[in-house]
């Protein structure tokens, strides 16, 4: 037997990184001092520092989950047309920055020609903010790199244009945690099948307490199946949430086709004017259909054209419908508005309309 | 013998269009015969076709971390590692981005170099927590991924019940609307914890965000336990010379119809020689005419950052967005900072004492009421907390007297302050 040569390496405990030995020198001189900032084109910002110094940055869509030969592409493009530093958006877009305007158009040209879309600034859509789905996730509905490869084919004219009235922030997420997060569209799995449950593994594989918790409407409970300890649930009950599947992956809720998808509406981020939402349910039971998910395709331009044909400047989806009232958003993207639209969980009840403010 | 790149026919037509592909980069990987991870992404291709066709995920966890840390990575096992066995550990490293995300060329290639030795050589920028995803590594190459990483200046991110990765915008370094440094609130806070990130003891998540404005650009609000948003408390600063220009240029209704009256607290009016009429009082400093006006309006002098807490998706009680636990406070000095190392430390620790297993402290909240939570973080109540006071009749208020006491005092004290 061999002796074991080295004991392990003991972690330096670094934490956050510090981001100014990364950060473009003038973004280090100038932190804390920017004056104002405009947008030469779409997918370009210019920023003005207090003293004067101006910095341009150029923003460009990525598929996020990228290959090392991609990553070196964009590290040779920022070497060559840039100045070597870059940094990613919340929304994995990849921005260069530059001191001088006239590296702007050689920039956008190099990334367009290398099938980076430079945009996403301004009242454009941006990318797809997504999970990880079938590629990576353990309780994945759907494969949200998929879904956003399709949808962000469809959208690229409008994340490389900023002709929206405001900007749109689409989302989706592979199970009903959403990960993906709020939305002006959201594409989420909706799941339509109480769990389907191996009783010989439950004891095995969960903590059957902890999985009783997790239920949000008290359905599932202990029982006895052929002499072994597991969980039933109670069907009627039973939302369909997906919530008892992560502790417990022998209650699997997925399945070829009761995982459906749904699409909402109306999440928002920023403060800027109203105040931030939650986004609301449009319709559900789409297919999950790959790989290229054209029902949620369809729904999802009916509802971005409506808003681009519609809205009034600077209003956000939510913002939107909150003044042309539910009623017209659904007459106009022809889509039935059903029982399932009305919020009967907890607190629903303030969802309801106690007014006789009625749009006509 | 090279072994064969699966037929993957549906991911295939993920291939075409004018949005960058992340199949084909799958494809690459699959294809860098020689290399050490090729054989792995065949059959992650395959698996993952396998996934197209039959609509399932085929992924389940485990336990994998590396020497001195209970988190971190994310395991991945196949279920299907029979049909597709070199990628049967695919698991992640989540790695912590330097605050803003900002990097240089150097670095990006250094990791290429590290996750082509040791991983699949696939990386997403970024998950939605955060972190740098480091995604597909078998597990005995884990630990020497980890090392090769931490060389070069960074370290494992949160998993589990833990503290999490954390996010700032860019704010400081490029965003003249910033109103507090964001990296050093970010490298401040979560570099005080790290033992919490790295070693999964809480009752469930606990996640920090860091945005510089009302825009809020990390989403902190939906998104975070604890959300620091930047503000100020002084008048907005207005260029009337600029605001001329603006109203020159993009004309009176215009301006009225997208600055005046999308004001959501009627703060704003236009004078008749079209410069800009604040109601600072009334206004909430939400952005909103700041953004459009960008050379006109900006934030005041007297910044710092209001705290919210308690956001969260669904699980289990349904959606909750922070809200407001600290009005305002200073972020300036280093005495400001440590305060808000001081409220992040009450926070945890709160959230360690109280929370039941699998609870956010959103949930937690929503649980013991925000009166009682105040009271376990020492915090002084404020109208500012509330769009307006209870509507139910279901109070004791025998004590009433005394608690109004109480507020006489803390105004007092607080003009006495001024």
Redesign the interface.
Known sequence: MNEIKTTPRRAVETGVPDPFPYMHPLMVKNYGNWDWHDRLRPGVLHHVAKNGDEIWTVRAGTQRQMDVHTIRKLCDIGDQFAEGHVRFTTRSNIEFMVSTVDKVEPLIEKLTAEGFPVGGTGNSVSMISHTQGWLHCDIPGTDASGVVKSLMDKLHKEFITEEMPNRVRITTSCCQINCGGQGDIAINVQYTKPPVINHDLVANVCERPAVVARCPVAAIRPAMVNGKATLEVDEKKCICCGACYPPCPPMQINSDDSTKLAIWVGGKHSNARSKPTFHKLVVANLPNNPPRWPEVEEVVMKILYAYKDNARHFERVGEWIERIGWPKFFELIDNPFTRHHIDDFRGGRSSLNQSTHIHF | MTKKTPDTK??D??E????????T??K??ANDDGKPYANMMKD?MGQ?EH??E????????GTVS????GGGI?P?FSEVAEKFPDSKE?H?LRV??????????????K??DI??EHGS????????SGDIMF?GCSTDNT?AA??AL?EI????GGAGPALRT??S??G?????Q?CY?E?RA??TV??AF?DE??RPALPYKFKFKFSGC??????A???ADMAV?GTWRDDMKVNQDEVKKYVAEAGRKYTI??VIT???TNALSLNDDDTLDVDNESCV????CI??M??AL?PGDDRGASILVGGK???????Q?GSVIIPFMKLESDEDFEKLEELSETMIEFFADNAL??ERIGECIDRIGLPAFLEGIGVEIDPNMINHPRTNSYVRTDDWDAEAEKWRERQAARHAAE
């Open positions: 549906l991911l037509e993920l075409d269009g004018p949005w960058p592909s992340f199949v980069g799958l690459r990987l992650l993952l996934s197209y039959t609509r399932r995920g085929y992924w389940k966890g590396v020497f001195g840390y994310i991945r695919f992640t912590q981005p330097p605050a803003g995300m900002h990097y240089d060329t150097d670095v990006l290639r990791m290429c996750w082509e050589g696939l990386i997403a920028f970024h998950g939605q995604q630990q980890f090392d931490n200046g960074f370290d494992l954390s996010m915008c860019v400081h370094a490029r965003c003249e910033s440094d990296v970010h490298r979560i570099n790290l990130m790295h009302a825009n809020d650009c990390v989403n609000i939906h998104r948003i119809d997208n999308r004001c959501p400093r939400c952005m909103h953004n459009v960008t050379k900006s998706r669904s699980l289990k009680i349904g959606d967005m297993e699998h």
